[in-house]
């Protein structure tokens, strides 16, 4: 995940492609649960100085660039147990919500490779 944007809370709803900033968080709505990204804002530096190496030597004990993409791992277990039982198709909505509640933002908040969704059979 990409986090060179603003901060924000990614509300995670699953078969829920109206959900919104006013959507009620429960599982009626296919509310699974929410991360937070600490955003890093926009670069002020020199020209690529916020550009991120892409090799590094296995010899580089610097710490990583921050604008490193993250991950972030999500428990929905129980929840997919209950939408599950109505399907087995899942389409995952993030809805990002603005540090400070604000309300005005773009459709590039969210900047992710993949979405992979693992379960494990009891």
Same mark, same amino acid.
């Given at each position: #995940? !990409?986090?060179? +944007?603003p901060s924000y809370e990614g509300r995670v709803f699953i078969n829920n492609t109206n959900a919104c900033n006013n959507t009620i968080k429960d599982i009626s709505n296919g509310y699974v649960g929410s991360y937070f @990204? =600490? +955003?890093h804002g926009e670069c002020f530096g020199d020209v690529?100085?916020?550009? %991120?190496?892409? #090799?590094? $030597?296995? =010899?580089d004990f610097s710490p990583p660039h921050p604008l490193t993409p993250i991950f %972030?791992? /999500?428990? @929905? *277990? !129980?929840?997919l147990? !209950? /939408?599950?039982?109505? *399907?087995? !198709? =899942? %389409?995952?909505?993030v809805v990002p919500i603005l540090a400070?509640? $604000?309300?005005n933002f773009d459709s590039e908040i969210v900047k992710c490779e993949r979405i992979t969704i693992? $379960?494990?059979n009891k």
């Open positions: #995940m !990409e986090h060179d +944007g @990204v =600490f +955003g690529g100085h916020c550009d %991120i190496r892409k #090799m590094r $030597s296995p =010899f %972030i791992r /999500l428990k @929905v *277990t !129980e929840q147990r !209950e /939408l599950g039982k109505q *399907t087995d !198709e =899942f %389409i995952v909505t400070g509640g $604000s309300q693992v $379960s494990y």
